[in-house]
């Protein structure tokens, strides 16, 4: 084995070069054109919304998403503690205050029942916050019913960070159409890729043309450069939409390809009960972005890092899940709904490959090593 497995590379074909070439042949190299167009079109058919608004990055789409619902200094935003920081970071930028939410162990996704003692307490407070950012953990929906409920009844507002769940489903509708606002990555290691880059999805046309507005630096639209509003240059440029395009044609296969690994991942360890493979709950259809696994640590303590070494001095990568939020330095001020499973799954879990280039004998060996470490 010479070659590394990495957690989940960009997977690259002729079909990808080719269309980066034609665009670039097509003279539509300065930053928008007709790939970028077509881009956001075939976005929004897939995830079954009107408007899809191409951006640089994930954490643009998100930083935008919540400027376009109005968040600002003073407000508070929920976001889950165990997420990827760019959640928290995007409401920083907007000089809002994060509040964090603790997970369930069901799936790793927010706890619906915290969240809600926080609303009430909030309410019964007068600080209610702005908007709740629900993130689709390692490509697992999070119970939008019940948070867009809950969201109605309180006033607040729903951005779905998605950034991890191109071709998830809840009750059979795609990620991008659960909330008002849906926000995706195509960053390197992402479901699909760009080289970096987002995407916004919604059914507002507001919403849309605003995102459009603040992300080409807020040009009023006139023939001289005028400006009422601090803008933003997030938008995504003709030749990375040429890639996405291309990558979204082929996201049934790639999504084929990570449920058939999940698969083997389920058998592999289906009979060692130290070892809890994350998998789909009632309603919920993962995109099985990383297959993620626990293991017991009163069993075994450290698994998570003798595994990682172990697959690494064979070539295979292997990460941790999110430390929470709660416990980065930088955010250890802020409020924190807690009920000790993201800390738990801080210790225990672990992010498998789950990538296109993961052969059935290189699965082998990672399941054979994840054995071999635990019993
Ligand atoms: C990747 C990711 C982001 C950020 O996306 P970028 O495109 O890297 O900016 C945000 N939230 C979550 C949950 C992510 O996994």
């Known amino acids: ?12 074909t002729e079909l990808e ?11 539509w190299v300065a930053p928008l ?50 997420t990827f920081a760019a959640t928290a970071f995007a409401v920083k930028y907007t000089g809002a205050t994060p509040i964090f939410i603790d997970a369930r162990m069901s799936d790793w996704n927010l706890d619906i029942d915290l969240l809600r003692d926080y609303l009430f307490e909030a309410r019964s407070s007068g600080e209610l916050p702005k908007v709740i950012i629900p993130v689709d953990i390692f490509g697992r929906t999070c119970s939008y019913i019940e948070i867009n409920e809950l969201a109605e009844e309180f006033g607040v507002k729903v951005l779905s960070d998605s950034a991890e769940s191109l071709g ?47 992300s080409t630096q807020a040009r009023e639209p ?8 601090v803008g933003f240059n997030y938008r995504m440029s003709n030749i990375l939409a ?13 999504l084929a390809h990570r449920r058939a690994k999940h698969e083997v991942y389920l058998s592999g360890f289906n009979a060692n009960e130290r070892i809890k493979v994350v998998s789909n709950q009632i309603g919920h259809e993962s995109n099985n972005w990383l297959t993620t696994v626990t293991i017991d640590s009163k069993a075994k303590p450290h698994a998570p890092e003798l595994i990682i070494e172990s697959l690494n001095e064979i070539g295979i990568e292997s990460r941790r899940a999110w430390k929470p939020m709660h416990l980065q330095d930088i955010f250890k001020n802020n409020r924190a709904e807690l009920n000790g499973t993201s800390d738990l799954i801080f210790k225990e879990g672990l992010c498998l490959p789950s990538g296109q280039n993961l052969t059935p004998e290189i699965q082998e060996r990672v399941i054979e090593t994840v054995l071999k470490v635990v019993k």
């Not at 159409?177 to 507001?206: D, H, P, V, Y």
Request: proline share 5%; hydrophobic share 40%; glycine share 10%.
């Open 1 to 12: 084995m010479n070659e590394k497995t990495y957690l989940s590379p960009p997977d690259i």
């Open 17 to 27: 070069i080719e269309s980066v070439i034609a665009a670039m042949k097509s003279g």
């Open 33 to 82: 054109g007709p790939e970028v167009d077509g881009f956001e079109k075939d976005f929004a058919a897939f995830c079954n919304v009107d408007f899809a608004v191409a951006l640089s990055s994930g954490t643009a789409a998100i930083h935008l998403g919540l400027l376009s619902l109005g968040v600002g200094p003073g407000d508070k935003v929920v976001v889950p503690t165990l």
């Open 168 to 214: 998830a489903k809840y009750h059979g509708n795609p990620a991008g159409s659960l909330a008002e606002i849906s926000a995706f990555s195509f960053n390197g290691n992402k479901i699909i890729t760009t080289s970096g880059g987002g995407m916004i999805t919604t059914n507002s046309s507001e919403i849309a043309k605003k995102i459009k507005y603040l």
């Open 222 to 229: 006139v023939s001289w450069y005028e400006h009422r509003e």
């Open 242 to 254: 040429a890639i996405g395009r291309s990558q979204l044609a082929r996201l049934p296969e790639i």
